[in-house]
C-alpha cells in the first residue's frame, strides 16, 4: 500500500527510506516545492496527491502550519488516512482535523510530534481506554536537555553549548522554540488531549532555559542538584494543568540519567503505575520510525478521541518550593528558606508557591529590565 | 463485551475490578476451582465459560502449565479472544497457541507476560512491524531487583534481604523461579519470539544471584559499581542470543536508577536507537493493566507470527569481561586482569570471556562443591 510524503527534509526522507523496506507499506509520490521535482517520484502538486487511487495514506512531515493544514484537510477529505509529525499543526488545528477524520472513516495519528522515536501518545492513548491517568509528562525536549547536560558536564555558558548544539544539529538556527520551551508546551497540549480529552489552548505557565548561567549550574552542582527542563500535565477539576519549566533533581533520580538529546516521557496511570518512556527525542530515523509505526498501525487507535474539548489549562493547584537566583534588590518579593548573597544577586530555595504565581513574579522582574533564574525543587 | 476470567487470585481480582471501570468492556464469568463459588459469577467449569455466547474473550491468569494450557486452547477452539498474564504457559506452548488462535481468526496476546505494567511485548511487536531490533532485553525481574537493591543499599545479606522480599509479597514462598533467573530467562524467550520470529527453547546461559554475599556487594561498591540481573538477547546468525546474568554497572548507568522492584525494558531499533520502558513489573494492578490493555486492543496486533519458529540460542558470540569471586584453589582456571585475595577466595575482573564459557567454568566448579559469584562487566 503506498504512502504519499508531505515534505523531503530529515524526516521525510527517513520516512521515505524506511518504507522502502517495510512490509505491506511502499514509499508513493513526495510532496516538494515546484521546481523541486528532479526525480519521478517527486511532485509538486497536492491534486495529483488525493486524486491517486493507489494512495492509502499520506505522511505529513513538511512541518509549519499552513499549507500543511490544508493539505492535511484535502487528504483527510479524499478518504486518505494521515500520520503527522508535526506539532504545531496538531495544537492549533488537532481536534478539527481528527474530527474530519472520524466522518471520513480514516487515521490522524501523530506519535512522532511527541517524544520523536519515543512512543508516548501511541502508549498514552491506549493507556487512557483503559486506566486513569494520574499526570503525565517529563523530558520532552531533546535540544534544551543537550544543553543543560552540557554545562552540567562542561561546565559551558548557555551561549556556548548553544553554539555546540546548532553546529551538532540539535538545535536550530532560531532555537527559541527549544529553548523558550514553546516546543515543549506543545507537546504537553497533545500529551493532555490523548489523555484527558482536554486540549489546554491558554492558561499556560512556561519558562525556558534562557535564564540559566554557568554560575546557576555551579551551584546546583555544589548542592548536588541536577537540572533538567521538564513538562509536567494532569487533571485539574474540570480542567487540566499543563506547564513546562526548570526542575532541579537530586543525584539518584531517573531524570539526572538522561543525558544528550534524550526525551523521558511519564505517565502514572492508577492501575498501570508510574511509565517511564526514554529515547532520542528528535532526529531522521527516530522520528520517522515514529511516522512509520503510525502507519502500520492505521485503523487501530484514535488520539484525539470525540469527546476531545479545548480548555483553558488551571495550573493554580500545582504548588512547589522553587530555587530563585535573583537581583539584590528584588529579593525581599520571595520568602526564601535559606539564601546567600552572590555579588548583585541572592541565589537560595524559597517556600513553596503556586506555579502561576512564581512565573508571574519572574515575569514582572524581568518587564522592569530586572534578572532572574528560577527552577522548582523536587521533593 | 463479556471478559471471562480463569483464576481469581492477585492479578484475577485486579482484571476484574479493572474491567468494572472499563468502557466498552465488562467482567463475564469468572473460573475457579469446585467449591470455591461463593458468588452468582463464579464458575467451575470451563465448559460454562466456552458456551457462553456473551463471552467475547478470555483472560487466563490462574498461572501454571496445566489445566491452563487445555482451557486456553478450549477458549481459542470456541473462537474466544484470549490474553494471558502466563509467561510459562506462553513459553512452553506459545507457538502452537498463537497458530491456533490464527486459525480461528482470534487474537492471542500476553502482553502481562513480560515486565508486568510495562508495555514492553506490545511495544516490540509493533516496533519489529517496521524497524530491525538490534538487541533487547533489561531488568526483567523485580524481585531480584529489589533484593540487589536492598542489598547495596543497606548492605544486608542475602537471606536477610530475601525474607524482607518475601514479606513485602515481592517473593513467593519458593523463590527459585526468580533468584535462580528461570523467570526472567522466560521473559527473554517469549521477547525473542516477538522481535525475531524466534523462541529460543535451549542452549541458554542462565546465572541467577544466589551466589551474591554482602562481601561481594561491599566490594563493588568499593568500586564505584551496582549489580543488576540482567537479560539479554538479539540476533545470532540463524538464531538468536538469550541469556540471564547479573551485570555490574557504573554510577552513571541508568539501571543503577532502577530501585526496588521496578522493571526496565530496552530495545535498540535500528531506526528508532534505544528505547527504554520503565514501570512496575509486578503486583496486582500493574499487572492487570496490561491484560487490560490487550483486551482493549484485540484484532490489531499479532505477538506470535505465523513465521514464528522454535531455535536453540547461540550465545557463543557474546563476550564480556567478567568480575570473579572464586575459591583460591580454582582463581588458576580464569585470566585475572587483577585480583586480590579475600580470605579463602580471589576476587577480580577477568580478561573477556564468551558467556556460555563463563557459565560453564562457574558450573563445573560448582560441581565440584567450590563457591562462585560472577557478574559481566559493563564497558
Known sequence: MKVAILGFGTVGVGVYEM????????????LVRPGKEDK???VSSMEAIVNDPEVYAVAEVMGGIEPANSYVAMALEAGKHVVTSNKALVAAHGIELAELARRKGVSF??????GGGVPFLHNLAIAAQSDKILSLGGILN??????LDAMQAEGKDYGDVLKQAQALGYAEADPTADVSGLDALRKIMLACAVAYDKLPVDGFSREGIESITAADVADFQARGLTCRLITSGGPAGASVYAYVEPVLFP??????????????AKYNGENAGAIVLLGQGAGRYPTASAVVRDLCGLGSLEMFRPACVKVRANNAGCVHPYYVRVDADKAGRFSFRECRADGD??????EPIAVPQMHKLANDIRQEGGSIFFAAVEA
Open 19 to 30: 518504507l522502502e523496506n517495510c512490509a505491506g507499506l511502499e514509499p508513493g509520490p513526495v
Open 40 to 42: 519521478p517520484f517527486k
Open 109 to 114: 495519528l501523530f506519535s512522532a510530534a511527541c
Open 142 to 147: 531533546g535540544t534544551t536537555n543537550f544543553m
Open 251 to 264: 543525584a539518584n533520580a531517573p531524570e539526572c540519567s538522561v543525558v544528550k538529546n534524550f526525551n523521558m
Open 345 to 350: 544577586s541572592v541565589r537560595g530555595v524559597v
